[in-house]
């Protein structure tokens, strides 16, 4: 089963072994209600998760203790990909890997090959020997066709276009 990247450990939370998981997507919701998270590629069932200041809380059923779980800290998050509840339109990040990607003119503009997430997430777009990391805002995302998968993008002016490395 796909998993799907939706945030990172923090830190440890109080004394029972409660875990601060910091979203990649501060808005995101795809915490509320699982069942299963997988901490650092191992599955962990939740017993409890909560919303906190931009954050989550999630009471993992094999942590019961603070050591337990500050020995987490830093560890990826994961979620199968089956628990998320997106409506049709919407699209996760990673489902953009492969697609090609074209100017509003239809001129091509290369294939993302990944997505770089951070404080300013970026598609990063390969075109012949050109790499491009355009990031993830609606002023350059103009479309998505996943049926075509292509993504229409209208670039900034002077955007850098490094070697392929």
Known sequence: MARVEVGVVAKAHGVRGEVVVVSHDPASTALDGVAVVYVGGTRHDVTRA???NGAYL???AAVTDRDVAGRLRGAIVEVDRD???LDDDEVLLVDLV????A???GTPWGEIVA???GAQDRLIIHHGGVERQL???DAFIAGIDMEARVVTVTPPDGLPEDPVP
């Open 103 to 105: 100017l509003v003119d």
């Open 58 to 60: 999630l009471q993992l």
């Open 83 to 85: 628990q998320l509840d």
């Open 135 to 137: 990031p993830v805002v």
């Open 98 to 101: 492969g697609c090609r990607c």
């Open 50 to 52: 909560r919303p906190i």
């Open 115 to 117: 997505v770089e997430l």
